[in-house]
């Protein structure tokens, strides 16, 4: 699997065991299983500004500074899926 990225967190997804799944148990391909699960988001109203915070801690376990991180979400998150559909309420 060549490497995809969440379209709602933009976690890198690096196998399929990392991505959500349908409610009759099949794949998403487009939302990791943090943001997808049976067949819905996990955060169904979570707005942008509040994924970049939730995800501003694991990147920086990752090693990451905090500015640089919130650059890089940012920059990244508008141009996801679940982000540039209805404001982010698909």
């Known amino acids: 699997m060549s490497e995809k990225f969440c379209q709602s967190c933009g976690m890198p997804i690096k196998d399929s065991d990392m991505l ?51 650059s890089l979400l940012n920059e990244n998150l508008p141009t996801l899926k679940r982000w540039q559909k209805n404001n982010g309420s698909d």
Do not use: V, W
């Open 20 to 70: 959500g799944n349908e409610k009759d148990g099949s794949k998403n391909q487009d939302y990791c299983t943090y943001c997808y699960d049976n067949g819905q988001f996990t955060q169904e109203d979570i707005s942008m500004e509040q994924m970049i915070e939730n995800c501003l801690p694991f990147m920086k376990e990752h090693g990451m500074k905090e500015d640089y991180a919130r």
